[in-house]
Antibody, heavy 120, light 107 residues
Framework: EVQLVQSGAEVKKPGESLKISCKGS????????IGWVRQMPGKGLEWMGIIYPGDSDARYSPSFQDQVTISADKSISTAYLQWSSLKASDTAIYYC?????????????WGQGTMVTVSS | DIQMTQSPSSLSASVGDRVTITCRAS??????LNWYQQKPGKAPKLLIY???SLQSGVPSRFSGSGSGTDFTLTISSLQPEDFATYFC?????????FGQGTKVEIK
């Protein structure tokens, strides 16, 4: 079964760092782009960026460039999203998702989401 | 960034109704338009990609159409499990952008 399994919920304080993960299985991890999507409480979906685990080529939305880092470790089929200094406004659910193996295509497989709460 | 505008923002419908949701792009995106369904507490699910291609496993009552700037998602006969929020997404230019969502509620 093709799936993406994300790390568990996190509660952090402003200024702390965080790295969440997304592990792929059931397919060749290095051959598909993996994206990250933010959903703030009660709000819509925001595309943050995407990475190709085969060569770690990462692209960012301008809204998230310099705010987060997207990386991947192909040896363990895992993608990551990390913050160096969290803000309260980073409170959201973060989804990873696999892009269809077609250029400029949709996300066909989604992780279950990781809830990140940032509060003092 | 390309802006995606969905209409309506919400609608009430009955089981068996035909439902149409519209998505408009701020510039031409050819057919790089995808539709997702999201239920409360769950991750989004891909329904339609490339404007009109039905994702594997998705019921045939869902269909998509359009190209350029105007797109439509149609549910031919609404079923109880279809009550959810629907999002369009363009994948023509990065950053990919989503519409604000359309909530389909029970009348």
């Amino acid at each position: 079964e093709v799936q993406l399994v994300q790390s568990g919920a996190e509660v952090k304080k402003p200024g702390e760092s965080l790295k969440i993960s997304c592990k792929g299985s059931g397919y060749i991890f290095t051959k598909y782009w993996i994206g990250w999507v933010r959903q703030m409480p009660g709000k819509g979906l925001e595309w943050m960026g995407i990475i190709y685990p085969g060569d770690s080529d990462a692209r960012y939305s301008p809204s998230f460039q310099d705010q987060v880092t997207i990386s991947a470790d192909k040896s363990i089929s895992t993608a990551y999203l990390q913050w160096s200094s969290l803000k309260a406004s980073d409170t959201a659910i973060y989804y990873c998702a696999r892009q269809l193996n077609i250029p400029r295509s949709a996300f066909d497989i989604w992780g279950q989401g990781t809830m990140v709460t940032v509060s003092s | 960034d390309i802006q995606m505008t969905q209409s309506p923002s919400s609608l009430s419908a009955s089981v068996g109704d035909r439902v149409t949701i519209t998505c408009r792009a701020s510039q031409s995106i050819s057919s790089y338009l995808n539709w997702y369904q999201q239920k409360p507490g769950k991750a989004p699910k891909l329904l339609i990609y490339a404007a009109s291609s039905l994702q594997s496993g998705v019921p045939s009552r869902f269909s998509g159409s359009g190209s350029g700037t105007d797109f439509t998602l149609t549910i031919s006969s609404l079923q109880p499990e279809d009550f959810a929020t629907y999002f369009c997404q363009q994948s023509y230019n990065t950053p990919w952008t989503f519409g604000q969502g359309t909530k389909v509620e029970i009348k």
